[in-house]
């Protein structure tokens, strides 16, 4: 199983990004989908994720301002992000939930210039 993520980039403070992160490897059914973030000196933490049946959960810090949704038939789960903050910088990864099992993709590094 593998995830690629990618979108992040630098952006000014009250902007937009939008990360994807592919799937390839596994089936996409019955999986959660999940966007960690982990800012420096910081441990990583949920921002967002969405289950299998499409129900979504936030982070309170993002809460309003990032939307987390997938599309079964590519595979992919995205991540749109609006009015970007500085303490929104950080590396994101997205996360794979299979049953027991789980998987990590490589990070997109996202940041956020005041």
């Known amino acids: 199983v593998q995830l690629q993520a990618s979108g992040g980039g630098l952006v000014q403070a009250g902007g937009c990004l939008k990360l994807?992160?592919?799937?390839?490897?596994?089936?996409?059914?019955?999986?959660?989908l999940g966007w960690y973030r982990q800012a420096p000196g910081q441990e990583r933490e949920l921002a967002a994720l969405?289950?299998?049946?499409?129900?979504?959960v936030y982070a309170d810090s993002v809460k309003g301002r990032f939307t987390i949704s997938k599309d079964d038939a590519k595979k992919t789960v995205y991540l749109q992000m609006s009015s970007l903050k500085p303490d929104d910088t950080a590396v994101y990864y997205c996360?794979?939930?299979?049953?027991?099992?789980?998987?990590w993709g490589q990070g997109t590094e996202v940041t956020v210039s005041s």
């Open positions: 994807s992160c592919a799937v390839s490897g596994s089936i996409f059914s019955f999986v959660s």
């Open positions: 996360k794979l939930y299979r049953g027991s099992a789980t998987y």
């Open positions: 969405i289950t299998s049946g499409g129900s979504a």
